[in-house]
C-alpha cells in the first residue's frame, strides 16, 4: 500500500471533526432547504381521549386513508361559529395539505363561512395530513385573542365522514395534530426521531404502522405492517435510534395508533421525517 492510501492519527481526527460538524448541522440545513433533493417534514399528532382500542393518534382518533377510489373534495362542516367567517373577527381561511389520487403533494386553501358548510376544495384527497388556518380576522396574542372562533371540523363535501379537527379547548391551536403521514410521490422517507407523551395518571400502548402501495385498487395488497411498538409508555419518552428508520417508499401511509389499559387518557407522537429524491 501507498503512503498516500494511508491516514495519519491527524487526518482521521481532522475526518472525525468534520463528520461531528456535518451531523451537527444537517437538520438545520435541511430545515433550511440547503441539501439538494432532501427536505425534512414534522408531524405531531395528540389524543385528550385515547381508549382501550387502539386507533389513530389524532384529535378525533382516526385517520382517513380510502383506496383512490374513494379520494374525495374537502370542506369545513357546518357547525362551527359566526365570526369564522371570510370577513368575520376568527379563522377566515383553512388551508388543506395532503395527497392528490395520483399520490402528489397537494396543498389547497378554502373561504370560511360562519356555521354554514364551506365551498369544497377543487381537488380531490387521498389523504389530508395538515390544515391549518392561513388567515384570520384577529391579531392573535394566544391567551385572550385567538385566530378562530370555535372548533374547526374538516369532512368530505357530501358530509358524514370527519377528516380532521383545529381544536378550540384548551385554547385555540390553528392547527391539526396528526400523528400520521403519507409519503409522496417521487419521495423516499426516513423517520429520524420520535418522542412519545403521556399523561401522569396513565400507561399507553403506541404502535408506529405502515401501508405500502396505497394506490393499489385490487387484491393482492401490501399488508397493514408493525414498524415499532413500544408498551405501558408513562411521562415522556424519546427515541432518536443511530440508524433512522426507513426507508419508507413513495406512497407508503405511516401511522401512530395508542391505547390504554383501562378508561381514557391523553397522549402524543411527534415524529422528524426526512424526505429523499426517489432515486
Same mark, same amino acid.
Given at each position: 500500500m501507498s503512503r498516500s492510501n494511508i491516514w495519519s492519527r491527524g487526518d482521521i481526527d481532522t475526518h472525525i471533526k468534520l463528520l461531528r460538524e456535518i451531523r451537527n448541522a444537517d437538520g438545520q440545513a435541511?430545515?433550511?432547504g440547503r441539501v439538494p433533493g432532501s427536505s425534512v417534514v414534522h408531524k405531531f399528532g395528540f389524543s385528550g381521549s385515547v381508549s382501550t382500542t387502539f386507533a389513530p393518534l389524532t384529535s378525533i382518533n382516526d385517520y382517513q386513508m380510502p383506496q383512490v377510489a374513494g379520494a374525495t373534495t374537502l370542506r369545513v362542516a357546518a357547525g362551527g361559529?359566526?365570526?369564522d367567517d371570510a370577513a368575520g373577527a376568527g379563522a377566515r381561511e383553512i388551508t388543506f395539505e395532503g395527497l392528490s389520487t395520483t399520490g402528489a403533494p397537494i396543498t389547497e386553501a378554502v373561504a370560511t363561512a360562519g356555521a354554514s358548510a364551506s365551498s369544497a376544495t377543487s381537488a380531490s384527497f387521498l389523504r389530508l395530513f395538515r390544515a391549518w388556518v392561513s388567515a384570520s380576522g384577529a391579531y392573535a396574542d394566544g391567551h385572550t385573542t385567538f385566530s378562530h372562533a370555535a372548533a374547526i371540523t374538516i369532512e368530505n363535501s357530501g358530509g358524514g365522514t370527519n377528516w380532521a379537527q383545529i381544536l378550540h379547548t384548551p385554547g385555540a391551536l390553528g392547527q391539526t395534530q396528526i400523528s400520521a403521514y403519507?409519503?409522496?410521490?417521487?419521495?423516499? =422517507?426516513?423517520?429520524?426521531? #420520535?418522542?412519545?407523551?403521556?399523561?401522569?395518571?396513565?400507561? #399507553?400502548?403506541?404502535?408506529l404502522m405502515q401501508r405500502r402501495s396505497i394506490l393499489d385498487a385490487a387484491a393482492p395488497y401490501s399488508a397493514w405492517r408493525l414498524v415499532d411498538q413500544q408498551p405501558g409508555v408513562t411521562g415522556t419518552m424519546p427515541m432518536s435510534p443511530h440508524a433512522p428508520l426507513g426507508p419508507f417508499p413513495a406512497l407508503t401511509d405511516l401511522v401512530f395508533l395508542a391505547r390504554v389499559a383501562t378508561g381514557n387518557?391523553?397522549?402524543? =407522537?411527534?415524529?422528524?421525517?426526512v424526505l429523499e429524491d426517489a432515486a
Open positions: 435541511l430545515a433550511a361559529n359566526a365570526a403519507s409519503v409522496p410521490l417521487g419521495k423516499t =422517507a426516513y423517520i429520524r426521531s #420520535v418522542f412519545l407523551n403521556v399523561d401522569s395518571s396513565k400507561a #399507553v400502548d403506541f404502535r387518557g391523553s397522549a402524543s =407522537a411527534d415524529f422528524e421525517i
